[in-house]
């Protein structure tokens, strides 16, 4: 089955940059989403299609993929920015929306 | 623009629940809907998925032949029904919306975008 890998945890200062991996195998060749989940929240969109930003999102977010690896980057980070962060793909072959494991970010 | 989940409760294993999931503030016919589960203190977990006019449904393995996705359009309303409960299947039970407004014949899939409306959940305890 496809399987997303994330770190399970991502440090950074305040005011930093911020960088959250995502990989599988050929993950490039579809589109990845993160979802940032605050505690005792609900999931939050923060990037579509590797690197479109929805309305309201901040534009310190930004997102890429290519080859094997989507990344998450958060520029000045801030300490409202501390979560869980997933990313998400779609698997064509098994119809099947994946969510990989989740990284915590904490800024320090 | 509003999702909100209801139905969950405790429940012995083996027994039946289902889940209630009510659209508001948009066009909800218009898009794939989806049930998404997160047990305590995990990660976030695809259980399925089904287009605007129920033509394609697709589950986890992990819940396949034992829980059923409907939804009702009039009703503005997505359904979880979920037979033979199991322990690990304790859970907050997000429903969420896909992003892309596509309700043509054309429209087959239940995931084009992202979700990008997710209720606020209901948790699922199943425990003897």
Redesign the interface.
Known sequence: ?YELTQPPSVSVSPGQTATISCSADNLGDT?T?W?Q?RPGQ????VI??DNQR?SGIPERFSGSNSGNTATLTISGTQAMDEA?Y?C?A?DSSS????????TTLTVL | VQLVESGGGLVQPGRSLRLSCAGSGFTFGHHGMHWVRQAPGKGLEWIAGINWNSGTIGYAASVKDRFTISRDNAKNSLYLQMDSLRVEDTALYYCARDSLQCYSPSCYRYYYDSLDVWGQGTTVTVSS
């Open positions: 089955s589109f989403s979802y989940q609900s999931p939050l969109v579509f299609k929805p869980d997933y998400q779609w119809a099947h929306v994946v969510f990989g494991g989740g």
